[in-house]
Structure formats: structure tokens, C-alpha cells
């Protein structure tokens, strides 16, 4: 794995046990730009485990990462001594799993549990693919498409303070939690995408939405983690000139 980028990044030294004892045994392959390997990162510094990153080249993937994940080709892919572990979500479980006795990022009572996965799952099936339409479309589909989004969001909104009244799901405590990991890591980078685009992506009838956002924003660890926006910004007006 000579391509190996060095990429630091702990905000407190892991313990042996925790990164396993030896270098090079927590990789991630990624892309600088997708929201899937953000999450990764984020799991990764929270739970303070030292990792290597290698940043895989989506136009031209290498044998290597193939050969990590056969089934789908996509980034993240995850490799923990050797094994390899592919989808975001699962490997924010298995993190979670692995590194068991640092800080938690899903809840202990197993109902709240079942209700993070619960909405992080509708965040990947319904919001996700939402994004993807409004980006690869125009005029009245787009709008029509901002205007799907708005009320996915509002079945979101709702849900979120049914499911969590009087407490933020999105934090565990002060820390960010594995929800807050799995929106955050995509929605925080609307500014780009609005100004890629032209136009607002969250409606002003989904405030509650943009302050959960804008809250895990200021979050530091997340500032840090996100792939700056003026590179997102060139990289997304690129796209949209080449479609
Ligand atoms: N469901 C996957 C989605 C991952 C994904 O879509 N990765 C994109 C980059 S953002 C990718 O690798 N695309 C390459 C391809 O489709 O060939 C996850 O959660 O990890």
C-alpha cells in the first residue's frame, strides 16, 4: 500500500488497544468529496483510533480497493487488520463495536438505539436520493424536486421530536452521536450545493431541519472533517457544467 496517505488524526492519543497496536492496522480508502467516507472520519477521531486514509480514485479504481469491495466498488471501505468492511452505516456499527469502551455514538437503552438506526436509515433511503434528483435536475422538475425534499424533510422534522421530545438525538451529551455523524456529514455541505445550484436547498418551511444542521456545523470536530466548501463548490459546479 505504498499510496498510503498519512492522515493524521486523533484529538487525544489512542490507547494500544484501541488502534490496535500496530500502524497501518485501521485503513480507510475514500474520496475527499463523498459525504459516506466524511461519516467514516468522523466515527474514526471521535473514538480517537489512529487510521491511515487512502484516497481512491473513483474514475480509475485500483485492483486493491476492488478486491475490498466486490459487491458494490464503492467508497468507504474500512480495513481492520486485514478484513475488510464496506457501507458507511455498517462500518459506523461496527466501529461502535470494535472500539467498545471509548465514548458511545449510538444510545445504551436499546429502544432510542432502534430509534437512531430507525432515522438514519429513512436520512439514507428517502433524503439521500432526493439530493441526487434535485442536483441532476432543472426549472420545474427542480423545483417540484426542492419541494419533495421539503415535506421528507418534515416527516423528518416531526419524527425527530416525536421519537426524541426535549433532547437532540443528533448529540450524545456534548458529543456528537451517531445520527448527528449521519446527517451532519451531508447536510452541513447545503451552502455548497445552494450555491452550486442556484437556489435554496432547505425551504424555509424546514427551519427546524437547517438549526439542527447549522448546530452540528459548528460543531468543531465536524468543521474539520467536512471537504472544503470551495473545493466542493468548484467540484459540484464542474459536474453540473459536465451534465
Ligand atoms: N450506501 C453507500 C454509498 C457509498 C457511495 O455511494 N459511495 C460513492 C462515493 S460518494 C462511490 O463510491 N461511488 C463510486 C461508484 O458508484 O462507482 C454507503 O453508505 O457507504
Avoid at 500496530?22 to 474514526?44: D, H, I, N, Q
Avoid at 452505516?89 to 467498545?100: H, P, R
Wanted: glycine share 6%; charged share 25%; net charge neutral.
Amino acid at each position: 500500500m505504498s499510496s498510503i496517505i498519512k492522515a493524521s488524526r486523533s484529538n487525544r492519543k489512542p490507547t494500544e488497544r484501541e488502534n490496535g497496536g500496530k500502524k497501518g492496522e485501521v485503513v480507510l480508502f475514500g474520496t475527499w468529496a463523498s459525504t459516506f467516507c466524511t461519516r467514516v472520519e468522523l466515527a474514526l477521531k471521535l473514538k480517537g483510533i489512529s487510521y491511515e486514509y487512502v484516497e481512491e480514485d473513483l474514475t480509475n479504481k485500483s485492483e486493491l480497493f476492488l478486491s475490498l469491495n466486490p459487491v458494490h466498488k464503492k467508497v468507504p471501505v474500512l480495513v481492520h487488520i486485514g478484513k475488510s468492511i464496506a457501507e458507511s452505516l455498517i462500518i459506523l456499527e461496527y466501529i461502535e463495536e470494535c472500539w467498545n469502551t471509548t465514548l458511545k455514538l449510538l444510545p445504551e437503552d436499546p429502544y432510542p438505539r432502534a430509534k437512531v438506526r430507525f432515522w438514519a436509515n429513512y436520512y439514507d433511503q428517502k433524503i439521500v436520493p432526493s439530493f441526487y434528483i434535485i442536483f441532476g435536475s432543472k426549472d420545474k422538475e427542480r423545483e417540484k424536486a426542492i419541494e419533495d425534499l421539503s415535506q421528507l424533510l418534515k416527516v423528518f422534522e416531526e419524527g425527530i421530536e416525536k421519537d426524541f421530545p426535549g433532547q437532540s438525538p443528533f448529540f450524545n451529551g456534548e458529543i456528537l452521536g451517531y445520527l448527528g455523524i449521519v446527517i451532519g456529514s451531508h447536510a452541513c455541505n447545503y451552502q455548497a450545493v445552494d450555491e452550486a445550484i442556484g437556489v435554496a436547498l432547505i425551504s424555509e418551511k424546514n427551519q427546524e431541519f437547517l438549526s439542527w444542521v447549522n448546530a452540528l456545523k459548528n460543531c468543531p470536530l465536524m468543521g474539520e472533517t467536512l471537504p472544503p466548501h470551495d473545493k466542493l463548490l468548484a467540484r459540484l459546479s464542474a459536474r453540473l457544467k459536465s451534465t
